[in-house]
């Protein structure tokens, strides 16, 4: 009989449920939310996150740049990841003279500016010399030589570019193409003489202001004032870099990495370090949901039985709980975690038992309240004659009569707990071992993203903060309707 009626308890739940706008738009959000949390492992990357704090990781990401949707005339950024398959790069290998060569074609399609930056990154072993020969081949055919020219007897060590030994290293080497074009001596060896070629004499002026220009120079329509222009006018089509290493010897290479940072950058950009803000926030749902279930399940859980244990006993132990519980209550919960943060490590548990410590009190006062009404009914009074035990009472007659509102109370107080810990976060009292929405703010708020306009580093953790917080007052109000019947219409 019980079970059957429990099943009828649950129909008639989720029947009120579907009819409720309110009830439905939470639910979905939190849905959302939890699949997202749950699901991260396979739509984000984990890496990002366990490497959060290491700068080195994070090196071949634009830096502060805005999400590619939100910006239509900025480079988006190209990336290839070992020798993976694809249309952005192409690998031969074979022998010239008494050579053994490897080559690498790296492309990519300019439409309106060039990238910021391009970064050789290899894995290579070698006991014997290696030479390395770096090639520049523009949409309008022609071709800049930035190393030596092995056909013509001009060979460049991989010392030259790549600051390794010439000749037995084992490791991984990194090149930045635009610290290597943007000096005076690569400009004097290669670009000039190829200006020169394709009729370009620089006034005095522009050759000594070359070295500052000369990586953005080399994606420009060639012309005798292109350095003098404020808008400059750039060769749009595709550019090929082509790498190439080769050595007398037995040599290995493989690619680790081979970008083109652009000026925008995925869903959310990247904030001053080059992460990846969506990975942040993606991830921020995991312990926003767990801060937020265990502080507000926890801590509605023990003030209501506790409310309700000195409701029904009622005099001296009734005064004694209930001082007690004023005595919490009184106490203000941000200072405290505030205090506490400076004197012991920060703790993302610690912040959690804080608040559940000081966040039961609320729910005692209000639940003592309704056990001292529900233990005057008269089937309270029937169970007293018929001597069931005051623990029998509590928890079958009195405790689920509370139950609509510590269910409704549990989603409410959600929200509360996730701002708190936000609020220390931000305030750069939060754990730094995790990543967290208020931590991406307190990040922003040093880096001064506010000032100089960096808009989707602030915004969007700010947003889930609030769309986070919504999502559970919506549940919290439709539990709040459907299981009180006093809010029945």
Not at 272 to 282: A, K, Q, S
Request: proline share 6%; hydrophobic share 45%; charged share 15%.
């Amino acid at each position: 009989m019980s079970k059957r009626f429990s099943t009828k308890g649950l129909k008639r739940f989720f029947g009120e449920l579907k009819r409720s706008k309110v009830g439905i738009a939470g639910f979905t959000l939190f849905l959302i939310f939890l699949l997202l949390a749950l699901l991260f492992p396979y739509i984000g990357n984990m890496n990002d996150i366990k490497n959060w704090d290491n700068l080195q990781y994070w090196q071949d990401n634009p830096k502060a740049v805005p999400p590619c949707w939100a910006t239509s005339n900025q480079f988006s950024t190209v990336r290839v990841v070992g020798e993976e398959k694809s249309d952005n790069l192409i690998v031969r290998t074979g022998e010239f003279e008494n050579f053994t060569y490897k080559e690498y074609s790296f492309m990519y399609e300019l439409k309106n500016v060039p990238p910021n930056e391009i970064i050789f990154s290899f894995n290579i072993n070698y006991n014997s010399p290696v030479y390395v020969m770096l090639v520049l081949t523009r949409p309008d055919n022609k071709t800049l030589y930035l190393t030596g020219n092995p056909i013509s007897g001009q060979y460049t060590s991989i010392t030259n570019l790549f600051g390794v030994s010439p000749n037995s290293y084992t490791g991984s080497i990194r090149l930045p193409v635009s610290t290597y074009i943007n000096n005076m001596v690569t400009d004097n060896t290669y670009i000039l003489p190829w200006l020169q070629e394709n009729n370009i004499t620089l006034p005095i002026q522009d050759v000594y202001r070359l070295p500052s220009l000369a990586f953005n120079a080399i994606h420009e329509v060639l012309s005798p004032n292109m350095l003098e222009t404020t808008s400059p006018t750039y060769l749009t089509g595709t550019y090929n870099w082509t790498i190439m290493f080769y050595s007398t010897g037995n040599f290995t290479v493989n690619v680790k990495e081979i970008t083109a940072l652009g000026g925008c950058y995925g869903i959310f950009g990247t904030d001053n370090v080059g992460r990846d803000l969506f990975m942040g926030l993606i991830y921020g749902i995991r312990w926003a949901l767990i801060i937020g279930f265990s502080v507000s399940v926890i801590s509605v859980l023990f003030g209501g039985l506790y409310g309700v244990i000195g409701g029904y006993l009622g005099g001296k132990t009734d005064e004694i709980l209930l001082r007690v519980a004023q005595i919490f209550y009184s106490i203000p919960i941000l200072p405290i975690l505030i205090l506490l943060a400076i004197i012991f490590r920060p703790s993302i548990w610690n912040v959690i038992s804080m608040l559940i410590i000081f966040g039961w009190p609320s729910t005692a006062i209000v639940t003592r309240s309704m056990a001292l009404q529900i233990k005057e009914e008269t089937y309270v009074e029937a169970a007293k004659a018929l001597g069931a035990s005051s623990s029998r009472i509590l928890l079958r007659y009195i405790f689920p009569q509370v139950l609509p509102y510590l269910f409704a109370s549990m989603a409410l107080s959600v929200p509360g707990a996730i701002l708190t810990e936000a609020s220390l976060s931000f305030l750069g009292l939060g754990d730094p071992s995790i990543v967290t929405w208020g931590r991406i703010l307190n990040e922003a708020e040093i880096a001064g993203a506010t000032i100089n306009g960096y808009w989707w580093w602030v915004i969007p953790p700010g947003l889930m903060i609030t769309l986070i917080g919504l999502t559970f007052i919506l549940i919290g109000q439709a539990l709040d309707t459907i299981l009180n019947p006093k809010l029945k219409r």
